[in-house]
């Protein structure tokens, strides 16, 4: 019987050149594809979180010289506010308002002021919130209104050592208690102020001492908050907002 010799074929090392090369073809097209996914997802998230940051800075003006940041149910609030000072004849002061959900955007207080800026840290829209609201403005108005002299003599009336002495008691600053007196007189007065000399009379007398005019009379109920008189139209834009703090 003849032996039958089988050759099993065997390709040439030019066509397994060919075919490693069309391996990393196919394997450089799948790492194209999937880096092409990845940087897809990657600027997804970014333009998400870009989108988020502009939101959080979207700005209400409720007056040329007054903002607020992170409002939705309290720019009522708000509108409401500086009205308040609007029928007590005084400016409302230039002021950017923000508010928080949490207690660290007032350095774990209700309310904080500095330089031109207040943090209200509530989601309520109620007498204390309205309260606070007005205490923190009533310290921006104090610093852009109040004279040397006008300070001096409101120390001396009520009694007070220093203006804003940290070593002084919170409630025997002069500074504390003159946003106090503001807050009062331009609020809803069901709340009892929190400082010594806090009968209607020395309040009244405080707050003639701080404006030179006497506390307004209000006819609206006394936890309502009245209707707007005024028609502007509240604005809105995105805007880039810059961060002695007061409380």
Same mark, same amino acid.
């Given at each position: 019987?003849?032996?039958? %010799? ?88 230039? %002021? ?15 309310? &904080? ?95 003639? &001492? ?22 502007? %139209? ?6 880039? %907002? ?6």
């Amino acid at each position: 019987m003849p032996n039958h %010799v089988v050759e099993l074929y065997r390709p040439s090392s030019g066509a397994e050149t060919l075919r490693r090369v069309a391996d990393r073809l196919a394997a450089g097209t799948r790492t194209v594809i999937w880096f092409g996914a990845l940087v897809f997802a990657i600027a997804g998230a970014l333009a998400a979180s870009s989108l988020r940051s502009v939101q959080a800075t979207d700005v209400a003006v409720i007056r040329p010289n007054v903002e607020v940041t992170g409002a939705t149910e309290q720019l009522a609030m708000v509108r409401w506010a500086v009205e308040r000072f609007e029928i007590a004849g005084l400016e409302p002061p230039m %002021v950017e308002i923000a508010f928080h959900r949490g207690l660290s955007g007032a350095a774990g207080h209700l309310g &904080l002021a500095r330089q031109g800026e207040v943090d209200v840290c509530t989601t309520l829209v109620d007498p204390i919130a309205r309260r606070a609201l007005l205490h923190e403005m009533g310290h921006i108005w104090l610093d852009q209104n109040l004279s040397d002299p006008e300070r001096e003599r409101f120390l001396e009336v009520r009694g007070l050592r220093a203006w804003n002495d940290s070593s002084d008691t919170w409630a025997l600053r002069g500074y504390e208690q003159g946003a106090e007196i503001m807050a009062w007189a331009l609020g809803e007065r069901i709340l009892t102020p929190q400082i010594p000399d806090n009968d209607p009379i020395q309040l009244a007398r405080g707050f003639e &001492l701080l404006t030179g005019s006497a506390p307004p009379a209000y006819t609206d109920a006394g936890n309502e908050q009245a209707p707007s008189t005024h028609k502007g %139209v509240v604005r809105i834009w995105r805007t880039a %907002v810059q961060p002695t703090a007061s409380h």
